[in-house]
């Protein structure tokens, strides 16, 4: 097809589908879901997750201390407490999430189990899903691999509870798999390099599990698993109204099969405005990297950072990425606990001076942004900003940093998936106002 062709027909579509923007605030519209305010829009309840990050007092929004909270529990104090036991996190965090209640150390040795024997893929799976068609992006294949479980399933459409939960505790099992092997498949066929496909080990975490698969060698740390596995456990939901979430609710009220319901929400995190932002802090920092003489110096870190507002640098949209939230305000919890560990890291992989840096940007960020602003907005760096440079540190390609959003993410997917199913609520159906002219129909004759 031309590309003359192409780009007539794009004007015409420019032309046709451009909506007057005051039009949205003559019919009070919630763009995005929005409040005028930037809250969300009230449009369901959870028992899943809850993420708090403001307080609405005489009908204004107030700024509190960021707290992210799985069925009721404290993500922080879920956290202290495997790392004080000595234990990874993950996979309690799973079986929270997933039935509503904390296991006894039995239950938790008997879910490692179950996701142990449900991690083995179906016999020819990985050929005919991932390795006989490598694709060139990871979520992709993610995504396609999971409509191709549905082949594999003898019961693929049965919307039965107990089925439901039987499809979603394989998909969970086996993201990591499915993540590893699309890698694989891309490294070997699209990069050139050997071609490695380990079969997980029971026994292992996750996190364990995906170093092992991922790696020539086989070979991590044990501070790398941790990280991972902390990294993991934050990752694993944000609340019913974070897009992927919101798009599993949304796919999942239609009554269609969960594969097609999972796939929806990995194509949704795939999007650089929801999972693929680390990717973009990556960027934006090499380049302040590149063009910044003295790491340590704030005021030529602020003046760059100013840059980058006024679109004189970086990508030209003027956001500084990592910084900001739809929620979180004073603080993102998920940032704080996962810098910590990023330090000891950055420490042991000799990169300090560029920790260092993050954490300029981190303490001068806010205030750059605000500086010159009539309105000053509260914001912080969010988990983005640091979950980038961790996963660098620990060797991981940036192809696998959204598809590890989706290995964690998935387990609240399903979650609000069994949540939808078990609670029977009506299609979603909002509305949209039509703007369009009436006009009378006119024969190709006298056109």
Same mark, same amino acid.
């Given at each position: 097809?031309?590309?003359?062709?192409?780009?007539?027909?794009?004007?015409?579509?420019?032309?046709?589908?451009?909506?007057?923007?005051?039009?949205?605030?003559?019919?009070?519209?919630?763009?995005?879901?929005?409040?005028?305010?930037?809250?969300?829009?009230?449009?369901?309840?959870?028992?899943?997750?809850?993420?708090?990050?403001?307080?609405?007092?005489?009908?204004?929004?107030?700024?509190?201390?960021?707290?992210?909270?799985?069925?009721?529990?404290?993500?922080?104090?879920?956290?202290?407490?495997?790392?004080?036991?000595?234990?990874?996190?993950?996979?309690?965090?799973?079986?929270?999430?997933? !039935?509503?209640?904390?296991?006894? =150390? *039995?239950?938790?040795?008997?879910?490692?189990? $179950? /996701?142990? +024997? #449900?991690?083995?893929?179906?016999?020819?799976?990985?050929?005919?899903?991932?390795?006989?068609?490598?694709?060139?992006?990871?979520?992709?294949?993610?995504?396609?691999?999971?409509?191709?479980?549905?082949?594999?399933?003898?019961?693929?459409?049965?919307?039965?509870?107990?089925?439901?939960?039987?499809?979603?505790?394989?998909?969970?099992?086996?993201?990591?798999?499915?993540?590893?092997?699309?890698?694989?498949?891309?490294?070997?066929?699209?990069?050139?390099?050997?071609?490695?496909?380990?079969?997980?080990?029971?026994?292992?975490?996750?996190?364990?599990?995906?170093?092992?698969?991922?790696?020539?060698?086989?070979?991590?740390?044990?501070?790398?698993?941790?990280?991972?596995?902390?990294?993991?456990?934050?990752?694993?939901?944000?609340?019913?109204?974070?897009?992927?979430? !919101?798009?599993?609710?949304?796919? =999942? *009220?239609?009554?269609?099969?969960?594969?097609? $319901? /999972?796939? +929806? #929400?990995?194509?949704?995190?795939?999007?650089?405005?929801?999972?693929?932002?680390?990717?973009?802090?990556?960027?934006?920092?090499?380049?302040?990297?590149?063009?910044?003489?003295?790491?340590?110096?704030?005021?030529?870190?602020?003046?760059?950072?100013?840059?980058?507002?006024?679109?004189?640098?970086?990508?030209?949209?003027?956001?500084?990425?990592?910084?900001?939230?739809?929620?979180?305000?004073?603080?993102?919890?998920?940032?704080?606990?996962?810098?910590?560990?990023?330090?000891?890291?950055?420490?042991?992989?000799?990169?300090?001076?560029?920790?260092?840096?993050?954490?300029?940007?981190?303490?001068?960020?806010?205030?750059?942004?605000?500086?010159?602003?009539?309105?000053?907005?509260?914001?912080?760096?969010?988990?983005?900003?640091?979950?980038?440079?961790?996963?660098?540190?620990?060797?991981?390609?940036?192809?696998?940093?959204?598809?590890?959003?989706?290995?964690?993410?998935?387990?609240?997917?399903?979650?609000?998936?069994?949540?939808?199913?078990?609670?029977?609520?009506?299609?979603?159906?909002?509305?949209?106002?039509?703007?369009?002219?009436?006009?009378?129909?006119?024969?190709?004759?006298?056109?």
């Amino acid at each position: 097809m031309e590309d003359t062709i192409i780009q007539e027909y794009a004007e015409k579509v420019r032309a046709t589908g451009t909506i007057d923007p005051q039009l949205y605030v003559d019919y009070n519209v919630k763009r995005g879901l929005r409040n005028a305010d930037g809250t969300g829009v009230l449009v369901g309840l959870t028992r899943v997750g809850a993420v708090h990050g403001y307080i609405i007092s005489e009908n204004e929004k107030v700024p509190v201390a960021g707290q992210l909270i799985y069925r009721g529990v404290n993500v922080e104090q879920l956290v202290a407490s495997c790392e004080a036991e000595g234990r990874p996190g993950f996979e309690e965090s799973a079986y929270l999430l997933l !039935f509503g209640e904390l296991p006894t =150390a *039995s239950e938790l040795a008997q879910w490692g189990r $179950v /996701l142990d +024997a #449900a991690r083995r893929l179906p016999d020819g799976f990985k050929e005919a899903a991932i390795i006989r068609a490598p694709g060139n992006d990871i979520m992709n294949s993610l995504a396609r691999a999971v409509l191709t479980a549905h082949i594999y399933d003898e019961r693929p459409d049965d919307l039965s509870l107990a089925n439901v939960l039987r499809q979603c505790i394989n998909l969970i099992a086996r993201y990591p798999v499915m993540a590893a092997y699309a890698y694989q498949a891309k490294a070997h066929y699209h990069l050139g390099k050997s071609l490695f496909l380990r079969h997980p080990e029971d026994g292992k975490s996750t996190a364990e599990s995906f170093l092992m698969m991922i790696r020539e060698d086989a070979h991590y740390t044990r501070l790398e698993a941790d990280l991972l596995d902390l990294s993991l456990i934050l990752h694993a939901d944000h609340g019913g109204g974070n897009n992927s979430a !919101f798009t599993t609710h949304v796919v =999942a *009220s239609a009554y269609t099969d969960t594969y097609g $319901v /999972l796939a +929806a #929400a990995t194509l949704s995190l795939k999007g650089p405005r929801h999972g693929g932002a680390n990717r973009r802090v990556m960027d934006q920092m090499a380049e302040i990297k590149s063009n910044v003489k003295k790491w340590d110096d704030a005021g030529e870190v602020a003046d760059y950072l100013h840059k980058i507002l006024d679109k004189q640098a970086g990508d030209g949209t003027g956001l500084l990425y990592g910084l900001g939230h739809a929620v979180y305000t004073i603080s993102d919890p998920r940032t704080d606990l996962l810098r910590e560990k990023a330090r000891l890291l950055a420490k042991q992989k000799g990169r300090e001076d560029e920790f260092a840096l993050y954490e300029l940007i981190d303490r001068i960020g806010p205030d750059v942004f605000n500086s010159g602003r009539a309105k000053k907005k509260v914001l912080c760096t969010n988990v983005d900003f640091y979950s980038g440079f961790v996963y660098d540190m620990m060797g991981i390609p940036s192809d696998l940093f959204t598809p590890i959003f989706a290995i964690s993410r998935v387990v609240g997917w399903c979650a609000h998936r069994l949540e939808e199913l078990v609670n029977g609520g009506p299609i979603v159906r909002p509305a949209f106002k039509s703007v369009s002219q009436n006009r009378e129909y006119v024969p190709i004759s006298a056109r």
